[in-house]
Antibody
Framework: EVQLVESGGVLVQPGRSLRVSCAAS????????MHWVRQAPGKGLEWVAG????????GYADSVRGRFTISRDNAQKSLYLQMNSLRVEDTALYYC???????????????WGQGTLVTVSS | QSALTQPRSVSGSPGQSVTISCTGT?????????VSWYQQYPGKAPKLVVY???KRPSGVPDRFSGSKSGNTASLTISGLQAEDEADYFC?????????FGGGTKLTVL
């Protein structure tokens, strides 16, 4: 059974940095690209970033490009999102999501974690 | 990277059919073979119910069906059941990035 478990979400002040993580199990992690999708409280879903199987191809949403960095460690079966210069509008539940193949393409997401809550507030 | 447009809410009675629309542009929905739909219950993670415009993952009832015409994709739920009451999000991969719709709340009357 595929399991994705996010962690690292906390309350942080605007302008600060934070790294959230996603631990994967139940599938061959290095055979798949991975993505981050976020959902602000009471709002819709927003794609944040995607990475291919070996980190060689990466894509970002315009709203986070230049501030966020997605990365992965296949040996640890983990996905990361480094978030710098955080803004109030980055407050959201951050989901780790698995696409169907090895590329960074977000064709669709067939498995999701339960999310980790990042709150940006002074 | 503008969000796709969905109605904020739709409703139907048990046994009826409802259709949720998702309107984009020729750069996303209209030009993509990769439109997907997700069902989300309050406090839960999204669940894939339709992918590649018309395909259903294993385990999703055939009451759920997807289609597309021009720049608008649609999710139709037939034989509506109480358990179908949830939020539904459409999604399109453009070849460069992925974009979601704003979400539609389905109420089963």
């Amino acid at each position: 059974e595929v399991q994705l478990v996010e962690s690292g979400g906390v309350l942080v002040q605007p302008g600060r940095s934070l790294r959230v993580s996603c631990a994967a199990s139940g599938f061959t992690f290095e055979d798949y690209g991975m993505h981050w999708v976020r959902q602000a409280p009471g709002k819709g879903l927003e794609w944040v970033a995607g990475i291919n199987w070996n980190g060689g191809s990466i894509g970002y949403a315009d709203s986070v490009r230049g501030r966020f960095t997605i990365s992965r460690d296949n040996a640890q079966k983990s996905l990361y999102l480094q978030m710098n210069s955080l803004r109030v509008e980055d407050t959201a539940l951050y989901y780790c999501a698995k696409p169907p193949g090895i590329s960074a393409a977000g064709y669709y997401f067939d498995n999701w974690g339960q999310g980790t809550l990042v709150t940006v507030s002074s | 990277q503008s969000a796709l447009t969905q109605p904020r809410s739709v409703s139907g009675s048990p046994g009826q059919s409802v259709t949720i629309s998702c309107t984009g542009t020729s750069s996303d929905v209209g030009g993509s073979d990769y439109v997907s739909w997700y069902q989300q219950y309050p406090g839960k993670a999204p669940k894939l119910v339709v992918y590649d415009v018309i395909k259903r993952p294993s385990g999703v009832p055939d009451r759920f069906s997807g289609s597309k015409s021009g720049n608008t994709a649609s999710l139709t739920i037939s034989g509506l059941q109480a358990e179908d009451e949830a939020d539904y999000f459409c999604c399109s991969y453009t070849g460069i990035y992925t974009v979601f719709g704003g979400g539609t709340k389905l109420t089963v009357l």
